[in-house]
């Protein structure tokens, strides 16, 4: 029997809200995001992520707005600044109108060390971000330290690493050596996924400066290892369905125990606010056979995969007959050359089931310049 008791890391992320004035249409929509929240995810995911830029001018006014917002959430919330919040050129606004913990600092969830970052306040403003000598050394020591004790890592910053200059190579290089298995960035302002073989760096698109697709966040995981990430727009229904375990042959990345897993289960998360009557799954198109679940919005059966490739699909049908669907390919893990640049390069591309549409545009690409 599996056991849907051990629970994978699951959190939301909100994209860039670049929060002005209240009424305008990022409000509105944060004030949607944080009611679908509530109402649909609760207490089944450890925390809401908000990965920097959550107002456009760093100005006490703004960030009051984002803070009578977020703290209607029902579940624990974490947000780093970006570029944006530091425009008056300090953070002295930012930490008094969110009321959040001074960074850096580490949460351990499910197995998991949580590492939240901050890499603009180091800087002279705008998109110098850094880190700095004192918080080379504490993230290496995290790193370390999660190595020591068999934990996955995951790390939370405004932007990719190859974006703090002469800090990027040594950045991407303790990720590469260390049980780093995801980094949740925002700044991209677009979906974007990347990996290097070893681990895999996730941007959601952003709320308050949208160029590409529709509004909404992505719910991430990582499961025994494997991770997993998937955009809701808010338009689409409940329930909203993720297999966290195995992962999808685009996101497979290296076991970070030096073993690979073999493929003897398989678990999805359901989210909704109506409880989920019937959880089952199939392999390419043989009969569906059910999955056992809980409260927690877990579900997880037995798996007997065929020897090569195949087709894994999850489908929930609540209680009034709503159903959600996930479908991902998995692949056997095959090692193979990377290089830990802490860019995008190595993006796994233009993907639209999951909302990367592979444009780019951003204010770092191929943007408006805001």
Wanted: charged share 25%; glycine share 10%.
């Amino acid at each position: 029997m599996t056991d849907t008791t051990e629970k994978p890391l699951r959190f939301l992320q909100i994209g860039d809200l670049h929060i002005t004035d209240a009424g305008l249409q990022n409000h509105v929509d944060l004030r949607r995001i944080v009611d679908e929240v509530n109402g649909n995810a609760g207490e089944r995911i450890d925390f809401v992520y908000l990965p920097g830029d959550n107002v456009d001018d760093g100005t006490p006014e703004q960030l009051r707005i984002v803070h009578d917002e977020l703290s209607r959430l029902i579940a624990p919330w974490h947000a780093i600044p970006g570029d944006h919040d530091f425009k008056p050129g300090s953070l002295d606004n930012f930490y008094g109108g969110l009321h959040v913990p001074k960074l850096p600092y580490v949460v351990e969830i499910s197995n998991c060390r949580c590492i939240f970052l901050d890499v603009v306040s180091r800087g002279t403003g705008g998109p110098d971000f850094r880190l700095g000598e004192v918080r080379l050394v504490w993230l290496r020591s995290q790193l370390d330290a999660a190595q020591r004790d068999g934990k996955t890592a995951a790390v939370f910053m405004h932007a990719y690493p190859a974006d703090l200059g002469e800090e990027a190579a040594e950045i991407a290089a303790m990720f590469d050596e260390s049980p780093v298995a995801l980094v949740g960035m925002g700044h991209t302002h677009y979906n974007e996924i990347r990996h290097d073989g070893r681990t895999v760096y996730a941007a959601t698109r952003s709320t308050g400066q949208i160029e590409e697709g529709r509004v909404g966040f992505a719910f991430a995981a990582i499961d025994r290892g494997a991770v997993s990430w998937r955009f809701k727009t808010l338009e689409s229904s409940w329930p909203f369905v993720m297999i966290t375990s195995p992962a999808y042959r685009r996101l497979a990345i290296a076991p970070h125990s030096g073993e690979v897993n073999v493929c003897r289960e398989v678990r999805a998360s359901a989210w909704g606010a109506v409880p989920i009557a019937q959880a089952e799954f199939r392999i390419d198109d043989q009969p569906w056979r059910p999955m056992i679940g809980g409260d927690s919005g877990l579900f997880g059966a037995k798996l007997t995969a065929p020897g090569g490739s195949f087709r894994l699909s999850v489908r929930m049908t609540d209680q009034q007959r709503n159903q959600g669907t996930e479908t991902i390919d998995v692949a056997p893990y095959v090692a193979a050359e990377h290089k830990p640049t802490g860019s995008d390069a190595g993006s796994v591309g233009t993907w639209p089931a999951r909302h990367l549409l592979g444009t780019q545009l951003g204010p770092n690409r191929n943007g408006r310049k805001w």
